[in-house]
Nanobody
Framework: QVQLQESGPGLVKPSQTLWLTCTVSGESITTDGHYSWIRQSPGKGLEWIGRMFHSGKTDYSPSLKSRTSISRDTSKNQITLQLTAVTPEDTAVYYC???????WGQGTQVTVSS
């Protein structure tokens, strides 16, 4: 059974960099598939941010690409999201998702506020 767990700061100040970590259990992140970061802002739908494939290849949403980086630590089986220059519009619940198989983390609330 694949399980995903997000972690990170609940509160970030405007202009700072947001770091979120997804810890994957039940399979190796280097074996198969890909892992996405998705967010949902208050009153809005789901927004895909980007993903990392098991090969290490990444791709990003065009609207966020300039501020986004996804990396991984294979020794810890973790995938990390970096989002720079955050604004209050980045306030959302952030999810780590393995779309193939439909595995979602529980989500972590991130609020951008001074």
């Amino acid at each position: 059974q694949v399980q995903l767990q997000e972690s990170g700061p609940g509160l970030v100040k405007p202009s700072q960099t947001l770091w979120l970590t997804c810890t994957v259990s039940g399979e190796s992140i280097t074996t198969d598939g890909h892992y996405s970061w998705i967010r949902q802002s208050p009153g809005k739908g789901l927004e895909w941010i980007g993903r990392m494939f098991h090969s290490g290849k990444t791709d990003y949403s065009p609207s966020l690409k300039s501020r986004t980086s996804i990396s991984r630590d294979t020794s810890k089986n973790q995938i990390t999201l970096q989002l720079t220059a955050v604004t209050p519009e980045d306030t959302a619940v952030y999810y780590c998702v393995r779309l193939t198989g439909g595995y979602w983390g529980q989500g972590t609330q991130v609020t951008v506020s001074s």
